[in-house]
């Protein structure tokens, strides 16, 4: 059993038994993976700390032929407890955890490490009034280094390039914008080319202006349940729209 010394990142963590803890992880060099963290719940364990969107440096003992691995260090290097301090900001961070959770593989991706970690503390640094166009930016980049990219400059269906300044119909199920010629008659939602520019932007890690945010919301609902969830639908979505009927 080698041990392996990575960064990484806490999506979940719960307690096991009397003085343990079971944690799932983002790892940098070795993707997503259970461990149990022994005496975690003791006083002044060096696990103590291991609350979801920590971050540190783990030694982790990975053994192939089974589902829950050792964890044999975890130095803290942020712990991100602000994200606990609004509701919204809080869901956006669990939305980001349970879509890497539910999208899981133990490939190394250190491209979405990144975006998960710079998404977390984005989510973290945000002004209040700007939270929430701050989780549509991180969940649609988090979703572009997934590789789940939806089409946006050209027609998904003939390929012909659409403007920049013009609304486009959003194929859900082809995970694109079509053209008017062959959006004719079929299902979509219209989406303007105000909201298509700030689509791209975020895919790509930027910040970009919005308008309303229901039709986003919307969207982005519709697009994960197609292409990221194969059908279950997320509890932190779920989390998150009753956040903003509250706010
Ligand atoms: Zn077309």
């Known amino acids: ?17 009397e003085t343990s803890r079971i944690v799932r992880l983002l790892t940098r060099s070795a993707g997503v993976h259970s461990a149990i963290a022994k005496g975690a719940l003791r006083p002044r364990s060096r696990y103590a700390l291991m609350e979801p969107f920590a971050e540190g440096a783990a ?31 809080f869901g956006g961070a669990s939305l980001v955890a349970e879509i890497v959770l539910r999208t899981a593989s133990e490939e190394s ?9 710079s998404g977390l503390d984005r989510l973290l640094a945000v002004e209040g009034d700007a939270v929430e166009v701050c989780v549509l930016a991180v969940t649609w980049h988090l979703i572009a280094e997934l590789g789940f990219t939806p089409v946006l400059d050209c027609c998904i269906a003939c390929g012909r390039g659409i403007e920049a300044n013009r609304d486009a119909t959003f194929d859900y199920a082809a995970g694109g914008v079509r053209c008017d010629g062959c959006a004719a008659g079929l299902p979509g939602s ?50 998150v729209a009753t956040s903003l009927s509250v706010g």
Do not use: C, K, N
């Not at 991706?109 to 970690?117: E, T």
């Open 1 to 17: 059993m080698a041990a392996t010394a990575t960064d990484a990142i806490v999506l979940q963590s719960f307690p096991y038994g």
């Open 109 to 117: 991706h250190p491209a979405l490490y990144d975006a998960v970690a």
């Open 59 to 89: 030694m982790l003992y990975i053994r192939d032929t089974r589902d829950l691995q050792t964890l044999g260090g975890f130095d803290l290097t942020r712990s991100r407890q602000g994200l606990g301090r609004d509701l919204l900001r």
């Open 190 to 239: 219209r989406i303007p080319a105000r909201a298509r520019t700030a689509l791209s932007e975020f895919s790509s890690g930027r910040p970009a202006r919005v308008g309303a945010t229901a039709g986003h919301w919307r969207l982005l609902t519709r697009y994960l349940e197609h292409h990221v969830l194969e059908g279950a639908p997320l509890r932190s979505l779920h989390f």
